[in-house]
């Protein structure tokens, strides 16, 4: 079932069509909400998942195919700041040679020994040095904690980007993960700016980024699959994880079964 439309803080309701009426909503303009709902249903796969579906809470996307739900725009504005970094970036494609690189390019793979087809946008492959590049934006408070490790989401994400560019025979031996937070660019595994005290800056190396077997990934892929698709409501996500729920949809259904908050 689709997203329909917005909820806020308080609660109130509307759909996109009583929304694009409304000069603001959510303490957003309209023109904004408008950009983060186009970025909601570019990637909605109704007959299948997207990368990001694969990620995180089976529950959430589970639900997102069975029920009409409604999305606070504050938890979903991230997806309006990235896009705006994507648009940016899209322009350095004119610094590549013909026929160099792969960029915002959606590829779809079966995953084997199910039916169901995941899909995923592609930042930019650079074919001459066989090169995955995926952009992120993020919040200044966590950059010193991609010194220590990076998101393990994030890790898998571009390892499954790279698992679909099989599908035009690419192979991915390097992962670049860049990221933008407000005030500076990090990327991974490299010496990047992490504080910058006048007089006095502080400079770390990013964790690399694996690039993970592809037996592997489809493993992972098979398990996400089965817990997703499955004929009954997957159990909620572990405690480790429950600090995502707050920005889910569905996070009331959960709550009423006695999931912590």
């Not at 909820?7 to 303490?27: M, Q, S, Y």
């Not at 023109?31 to 995180?56: F, K």
Request: charged content about 30%.
């Amino acid at each position: 079932m689709p997203l329909i439309g917005f909820i806020n803080d308080h609660g109130v309701r509307v759909t996109f069509e009583e929304c694009w009426k409304l000069p603001r909503f959510a303490g957003l303009p309209t023109e904004v909400l408008y950009r983060i709902y186009l970025n909601s249903i570019s990637d909605a796969r109704p007959d299948g998942l997207s990368v990001t579906e694969c990620l995180g809470c089976a529950r959430r996307p589970y639900l997102a195919k069975r029920e009409p739900y409604y999305e606070n725009p504050r938890f979903i504005y991230a997806r309006f700041r990235g896009s705006m970094v994507h648009s940016i970036l899209e322009d350095t494609n004119k610094m590549y040679k013909p026929d160099t690189i792969i960029s915002e390019k959606r590829y779809f793979l079966k995953v084997p020994g199910t039916e169901t087809t995941i899909s995923g946008k592609i930042d930019k492959y650079i074919i001459p040095s066989q090169t995955l590049e995926d952009y992120k934006t993020i919040d200044d408070d966590r950059i010193k904690k991609l010194v220590v490790e990076l998101p393990e989401d994030y890790i898998w994400q571009s390892n499954i980007y790279g698992w679909l560019l099989k599908a035009a025979n690419h192979i991915v031996k390097n992962i670049k993960i860049h990221f933008f937070s407000f005030k500076y660019g990090y990327t991974s595994g490299e010496e990047c700016l992490i504080v910058a005290k006048w007089g006095s800056p502080e400079w770390a190396k990013i964790k690399p980024c694996p690039v993970y077997d592809h037996t592997r990934i489809e493993d992972f892929l098979k398990h996400r699959v089965r817990d997703i698709m499955r004929s009954e409501i997957p159990p909620p996500v572990g405690p480790d994880k429950r600090w995502i729920c707050p920005s889910c949809p569905f996070k009331e259904k959960c709550w009423k079964e006695g999931v912590p908050k």
